[in-house]
């Protein structure tokens, strides 16, 4: 995703700077009846900042996900899990491949909480009951991080 996002960004701004730079330079020459010919470098400028838009914004999503993740690493209390399922996630597909997500449950002050990981690409290596450890904030349960170990997966 984030080759994406900066794909996304890096052709959105080019994009919309010469689309500007075209409309700034037609500008300058352009009589008051002439507007017609500003439509499409403006048109063109507005398709690059709305992928430059996109870019961004999957590029922040990214960036706070990481920093939540080293604030839940750094900061939450790092409890045990043990694995109950694992389930394939329908809703996305890549290279005609769902990930996987894995629901492990832990007693976290005298009752049972599931949390459930992220999405796992490749295959796994884990089997029901395993332990994995699972950050998290005591402040607000529903702030966690289930850690999947980098060997437990095959690519």
């Known amino acids: 995703m984030k080759l994406l996002g900066s794909i996304f960004f890096v052709l959105g701004t080019l994009f919309l700077f010469v689309g500007l730079a075209i409309v700034y330079l037609l500008e300058i020459e352009l009589d008051a009846m002439q507007w017609e010919v500003l439509i499409g470098p403006a048109i063109f400028a507005f398709i690059g900042l709305i992928f430059a838009l996109i870019g961004g914004g999957i590029l922040l999503s990214q960036r706070r996900e990481r920093m939540r993740k080293e604030l839940l690493m750094r900061t939450g209390r790092k409890i ?11 809703s996305i597909k890549v290279n005609n491949r769902h990930p996987y997500k894995i629901t492990c ?23 029901l009951g395993d332990k994995v450890d699972v950050f998290l904030d005591f402040r607000n349960y529903d702030n966690y991080w289930v850690e999947i170990p980098a060997d437990a997966v095959r690519k």
């Open 80 to 90: 045990e899990a043990r694995i109950i399922d694992f389930k394939m996630n329908t």
């Open 105 to 127: 449950t832990a007693n976290v002050s005298g009752k049972d909480r599931e949390f459930v990981s992220g999405n796992i690409f490749g295959s796994l290596l884990l089997n």
